[in-house]
């Protein structure tokens, strides 16, 4: 497991939050997210529940969480119990959330691999200034709304300089980082599962046109519509496998590109095509993206990182 996060705390069982037990939380983008602990929290036969804890004054709640290995020594005529417990999903913010299933959040902020690619809204353009150097401008584009079911969808970037990576376009190399991102905003709250299913479903229809395997690269929460700032912001962790973060494909892989967002003039219709595709025929849209999953996840090792 390639650790990327681990949170120490105090952690309990939801529904029997008055015994609470000291252990770490490992995180990692390549594993399910694992709990080990000091003492003994949850049975080891017992079904899969949801388990809290606090950890640097953040709230973490676990999902699915369940035994997977125990141990124990015997100290002073006691028993001591270690346990080390997995979950399906993690979401760390200012509350605590019941379940996958409690409507909890109004907004999500989702990032898609080969989305900046597919949107294609990244246009830079070059100066050299008579003093020497060069110059890089970057337009702002106009963000791209529509709906998709009973939530709004919103393709926005946004940019910022940085000096240890680049931002290839046409065989033009911008010292930067540029990002696009979805945005979902829904009047009644939704549950990390609804905002689950609809990240993938976008997802997947970025397969689709890309002709190649995409995910859910990262899912932020937030509370209450219209929402700004970190206060009120929640992180998704889970075991989601993916490629390296920023790819730029060789020409034989840009010819096999179906369409890119840039070429679609009414993006409404294409979202409720595509929501009228998953809800009426959900198994052969999933079937068709599994097999083009299965199909096209070879040539991912062609992809070079820039």
Do not use: C
């Amino acid at each position: 497991m390639s650790t990327t996060q681990q949170l120490h705390g105090q952690w309990w069982a939801a529904d029997a939050a008055d015994r609470t037990v000291y252990g770490v939380l490992t995180l990692g983008d390549d594993a399910e997210p694992r709990l080990d602990l000091g003492g003994e929290l949850l049975g080891f036969s017992r079904d899969s529940v949801t388990v809290h804890g606090s950890s640097g004054g953040r709230a973490v709640s676990i999902f699915g969480a369940y035994v997977t290995a125990e141990s124990g020594i015997v100290r002073n005529g006691e028993d001591h119990r270690r346990q080390t417990i997995e979950g399906d999903g993690v979401v760390i913010g200012q509350n605590h959330v019941a379940d996958r299933n409690a409507l909890a959040f109004a907004e999500a902020v989702i990032e898609l691999d080969y989305l900046t690619f597919w949107t294609a809204e990244f246009d830079p353009m070059i100066s050299h200034p008579p003093g020497g150097g060069t110059s890089f401008t970057v337009p702002d584009p106009l963000p791209r709304t529509a709906s998709y079911g009973a939530v709004q969808v919103t393709v926005s970037s946004y940019s910022s300089y940085s000096g240890q990576s680049s931002f290839t376009r046409d065989d033009m190399a911008v010292p930067g980082r540029f990002k696009n991102i979805i945005f979902v905003s829904s009047i009644e709250r939704l549950s990390v599962d609804d905002h689950l299913a609809i990240s993938r479903r976008l997802s997947d229809l970025v397969t689709i046109a890309m002709h190649r395997p995409t995910g859910v690269r990262a899912i932020a929460f937030y509370e209450t519509a219209g929402s700004s700032g970190i206060s009120d912001r929640y992180e998704w962790w889970s075991a989601d496998d993916l490629p390296e973060e920023n790819t730029v494909l060789d020409e034989r892989s840009r010819r096999r590109i179906n369409f890119r967002l840039s070429d679609v003039d009414d993006v409404e219709q294409l979202l409720g095509r595509w929501n009228e595709l998953h809800t009426g025929a959900f198994y052969g849209v999933a079937s068709l993206v599994a097999q083009l999953r299965e199909t096209t996840t070879f040539y991912e090792r062609s992809l070079t990182r820039f």
